[in-house]
């Protein structure tokens, strides 16, 4: 039986970034370098001259009176243009910052050509992405893509004693907060994963606690509530339809659809706890630290499912 391939939080990272990748490549990166070549060479419109000169361009820029002008004006522009905004940008802010009678209406219509654009775009791809009238759609041949992308932080993780220490007649285990450890902070509880096995064993770095034999009794710990998060989970769910017409009565059609559940194979983990659902992670529990189930319990393979609807 061969062993399904997951992809880490790394991998699944670079994965979702390799497109702006791409783009930067092709039209930031290749046209920044081009130019630099370009500067070195004579290349004439409409002819198919490309001759290599030197530094002749740069010594023909440096005895041209018009390209020192241009320069001092992009200079003062530019000099006088970050002052400018510097200046009355915080001048503004501390005026909308003073408590007038009135003043939310002028901090609202000073964001509301900020908020315009965003609002127009997102319309304009609503639009696009039109299943009857959508540009996207007409381009794919009444082909509808779709997809749904599902990210979410990791829920707070609560560190308690698992025994109760402090003895104040509760009998509150579960609630009496674990113990930093000597020098430790809180920061000291995240840790960096070397893979995904590390990732598995170790989440957070159980030398940040004290462990509770070595604490006298009738205390309480130090460690604040959520004071980490647990593993965030992921998942991509892809889905492709079409309408077919069926010849003979009018109004038969014919709907295929195409659903891939989990597109990326993403594996989303439990929080290091003792139980399912519960972020209270004990100190003395045996699998403290170590993370050993998935979500949910049974895992989320990837599912590729098609359908046919007859409409009539």
């Avoid at 002052?83 to 009135?102: K, P």
């Avoid at 460690?223 to 109004?251: E, N, W, Y």
Wanted: one cysteine or more.
């Amino acid at each position: 039986m061969r062993r399904r391939r997951e992809l880490s939080d790394r991998q699944l990272g670079v994965l979702f970034l390799l497109p702006f990748a791409v783009l930067s490549l092709g039209f930031v990166v290749y046209p920044a370098l081009d130019a630099i070549r370009l500067a070195f060479h004579s290349k004439l419109p409409f002819r198919n001259s490309f001759t290599f000169v030197g530094l002749d361009n740069f010594r023909y820029l440096r005895d041209d009176p018009v390209f020192w002008a241009a320069a001092w004006q992009s200079c003062v522009w530019t000099g006088a243009s970050i002052v400018l905004q510097t200046v009355f940008g915080v001048a503004i802010a501390l005026l909308l910052h003073q408590a007038v009678r009135g003043i939310n209406v002028f901090r609202g219509l000073l964001l509301f050509p900020y908020m315009v654009p965003t609002v127009v775009i997102a319309l304009i791809w609503r639009w696009m992405f039109n299943p009857e009238l959508g540009i996207v759609n007409a381009v794919l041949n009444n082909w509808v893509l779709g997809g749904v992308h599902n990210w979410s932080s990791g829920n707070p993780l609560n560190f308690t004693m698992g025994t109760d220490v402090a003895l104040d007649g509760t009998n509150g285990a579960g609630r009496q907060l674990a113990q930093l450890a000597q020098g430790k902070t809180v920061a000291d509880i995240r840790r960096n994963h070397s893979s995904q096995a590390d990732f598995i064993a170790a989440f957070f770095d159980k030398s940040a606690f004290a462990p509770v034999t070595s604490l006298p009794r009738g205390i309480y710990g130090n460690v604040p509530k959520s004071a980490i998060s647990g593993p965030a989970q992921g998942k991509t769910d892809i889905a492709v339809s079409r309408l077919f017409s069926i010849p003979g009565r009018q109004g038969m059609r014919l709907q295929f659809r195409g659903e891939l559940f989990n597109a990326f194979n993403q594996v989303n983990f439990d929080i290091p706890g003792t139980t399912q659902g519960d972020n209270r992670v004990a100190v003395n529990s045996a699998n403290f630290g170590r993370i050993f189930r998935t979500v949910p319990v049974t895992g989320d393979p990837r599912l590729l499912q098609f359908g046919l609807k007859f409409v009539f």
